[in-house]
């Protein structure tokens, strides 16, 4: 692996987004609090979350696609985690293993690191059962592995450009869609999406910021 070169201007980007969600989970903690979750608790931005809910409500067909979604990007993660980990083996450094692909185990692990602290600390709860909500981990498990394959895509081969073209929009229309559908499926309040395409983009232009 070649020394590695960092855009810093990309790196501060990120930061500012990721203060600005721990900003916002701060608000979604602590701000209008009212007991609107499944199981009575309360939840933040209670009143906008509410209207919301109620004006869309619940779609399983929105929710199952969502579900067969989060098994595809399990699928990709552990594709890729499998390829870097033949990489390290192969180079028998992490210094010398692919860099993109080392970049990306890192994003893994902190998409994980986040998954199980919210877990842990639970800031809101469903409107559908009682489970923790925030920040939608679907949403942020989509929107970072089918982002990093787009730019992994990108070692394919100059011959296969139009196949890497055609599965990158593939990636980006994944993305979307989870976005939306998981939205308006109504197994989360508005604030859990906004807060889980907040953190995501801080993780993603983190994650610019180290690949080539």
Same mark, same amino acid.
């Given at each position: ?13 990120? !930061? ?19 007991? !609107? ?78 998954? !199980? ?18 920040? $939608? ?64 983009? $801080? ?10």
């Amino acid at each position: 692996m070649a020394e590695m070169k960092i855009n810093k201007k990309l790196l501060i980007l990120s !930061i500012v987004l990721f203060v600005l969600f721990i900003v916002f989970t701060i608000l979604a903690a602590t701000y209008d609090r009212g007991p !609107i979750g499944a199981d009575g608790s309360a939840v933040g931005f209670s009143h906008l979350n509410n209207a919301f809910h109620q004006r869309f409500g619940y779609r399983s067909s929105f929710y199952k696609i969502t579900q067969y979604l989060g098994y595809i990007c399990l699928m990709i993660a552990a594709m890729n985690a499998t390829v870097a980990c033949l990489d390290l083996v192969r180079t028998k450094s992490l210094k010398k293993m692919d860099r993109d692909y080392l970049v990306t185990m890192i994003l893994y692990a902190v998409v994980v690191i986040l998954y !199980i602290f919210f877990e842990k600390v639970v800031i809101n709860v469903r409107p559908t059962e009682a489970e923790a909500s925030y920040p $939608s981990s679907h949403t942020m498990l989509a929107l970072t592995v089918f982002y990093s394959q787009t730019v992994l895509l990108k070692k394919m081969q100059k011959k296969e450009k139009g196949t890497r073209i055609a599965l990158s929009v593939i990636c980006y229309i994944a993305m979307a869609a989870m976005v939306i559908l998981r939205l308006f499926s109504g197994v989360h309040w508005l604030t859990d999406i906004y807060a889980a395409v907040l953190v995501s983009c $801080s993780l993603l232009i983190g994650y610019r910021a180290f690949v080539k």
